[in-house]
């Protein structure tokens, strides 16, 4: 024989009519937080992405000096040299806003992998070459 719900110590059921309302309505707070958590990791994301860049870049510096020679020295035939932008910005001396936006106006050409914007070695040495200063002859 089956046993009644209140013979079990819970309170009766209620119509299943009225449930799904009622289920939307608990649930409504517990979807905003949700979504609201959502928001929050995918900033929490973003910032650690942009964290772990500028670790990467300072984590690499120190080696490039001592990698240039054995590259030059082979004629640059390697592999492609990608620097990130905090890279770029420590090659330059100069600021992640100034190099953005030289890259969005495209004066330094850039690859886009994923999220991250990568330029190439030749390509910063090109831009560099371009910003040669070259003093006319009434100046000197």
């Not at 209620?14 to 649930?27: C, E, M, N, V, Y």
């Amino acid at each position: 024989m089956f046993l009644s719900t209140e013979s079990r110590g819970r309170p009766p059921r209620k119509p299943l009519g009225s449930q799904p309302q009622d289920l939307r309505r608990a649930f409504e707070p517990l979807r905003e937080a949700l979504r609201s958590h959502h928001r929050s990791l995918e900033e929490l994301e973003n910032t650690l992405r942009g964290f772990e860049e500028a670790l990467i870049g300072r984590e690499e510096g120190p080696e490039r000096p001592q990698a240039q020679p054995a590259e030059t020295a082979g004629g640059g035939a390697g592999g492609l040299d990608l620097l990130s932008i905090p890279e770029v910005c420590q090659e330059l001396g100069m600021g992640k806003s100034w190099v953005y936006r030289r890259i969005q106006s495209g004066e330094i050409p850039s690859v886009k992998l994923g999220r991250n914007i990568k330029v190439r070695r030749e390509d910063l040495e090109g831009y560099l070459e371009a910003q040669r200063y070259q003093p006319t002859a009434s100046e000197g």
